[in-house]
């Protein structure tokens, strides 16, 4: 994990998961580590069902973590409506990270909902001043994009 979000190979970061999960299939955080890894690469499908693996093997998993994850990944896959529902109740188990209110001010606004865009901003500033993260881990350029340019809509800049 400290590979991939340092910007190495992360082809070879999966690889790595991939071989340790082929050792140890009932490796919950192996199974979580690849569905971070999935997401940042830019296979959000595959993300979701590392991610519930993991979730199926770690029951006690940190629940607002994992649905916030789960919520990026509809998000990339522009399923906005399921990305919303998963938000959400990342937010109401961790009040306190920022990931998710980001990805749930981009999906309102790319469903055209400017006024639940703004609000969820304003609740963001209150966190942390930076609406806009410096570098966010997606390698998928489009899938950059997208979450950029939510945000921008969302926190009122030009897209």
Do not use: C, K
């Amino acid at each position: 994990m400290t590979l991939g979000t340092l910007g190495e190979d992360i082809g070879a970061m999966i690889m790595l998961t991939d071989r340790a999960l082929a050792l140890n299939p009932n490796y919950a955080s192996g199974w979580h580590q690849s569905g971070n890894l999935r997401l940042w690469a830019g296979y959000p499908e595959i993300a979701i069902e590392h991610l519930e693996i993991a979730q199926r093997l770690s029951p006690r998993m940190q629940l607002g973590h994992w649905r916030s994850l789960i919520g990026v990944a509809h998000f990339l896959s522009r399923r906005f409506d399921q990305a919303v529902s998963n938000l959400i109740l990342a937010i109401q188990q961790d009040q306190g990270d920022p990931v998710p209110y980001r990805y749930l001010a981009a999906s309102y606004a790319h469903m055209g909902r400017p006024n639940d865009a703004q609000e969820i901003v304003a609740r963001l500033r209150a966190i942390t001043p930076r609406v806009i993260p410096g570098d966010p881990l997606l390698r998928n350029p489009e899938h950059r994009e997208l979450f950029l340019s939510g945000l921008r809509l969302a926190a009122g800049e030009e897209a």
